[in-house]
């Protein structure tokens, strides 16, 4: 028996939630003519990743992706470019997730070091209120695809 179930996303051009099918094909052996003791988990594991996919993509949504650009263009720019591609020795923004670029920008607010740029980002990133991070998040993982 196949299962099917709406996962929504946010494409990176035009933000309009897009409905995509994740499909799941539940096989049941046959034993004595019931369904496999794992096909519960199997269900629980499917209901755990649709609810992941909708709370990551309302997330996304409740954020505020212009605002986030307009930080990105008072602060962010100058380092990571135009294009969030980067330069010289700071890191490339494309391709990044949501929830990629809010742990970095956390993890940077608390003066934890990640890497050689650390102490830089450490000066942009601690006046960053939990709504600046969101909508600079919303806006790069939207943005440069």
Not at 32 to 43: A, E
Not at 78 to 91: D, I, L, R, T, W
Request: hydrophobic content about 40%; charged content about 20%; aromatic content about 8%.
């Amino acid at each position: 028996m196949i299962f099917y179930y709406p996962a929504m996303y946010s494409t990176a051009n035009n933000n309009q939630a897009v409905s995509t099918a994740i499909s799941v094909d539940l096989v049941a052996r046959k034993q004595s003519n019931r369904i496999n003791k794992d096909t519960p988990m199997k269900m629980l594991m499917l209901l755990t990743l649709s609810t992941t996919l909708t709370l990551g993509m309302v997330e996304a949504q409740s954020a505020d992706a212009a605002a986030g650009e307009q930080r990105y263009t008072e602060n962010c720019v100058n380092c990571h470019g135009k294009e969030g591609k980067g330069m010289a020795s700071f890191p490339s923004l494309v391709g990044r997730d949501v929830d990629y670029i809010a742990e970095r920008l956390m993890t940077y607010r608390a003066g934890e070091n990640v890497g050689p740029n650390s102490a830089i980002m450490f000066s942009w990133a601690k006046d960053l209120s939990d709504d600046d991070i969101a909508n600079l998040a919303a806006y790069v993982s939207t943005t440069f695809q």
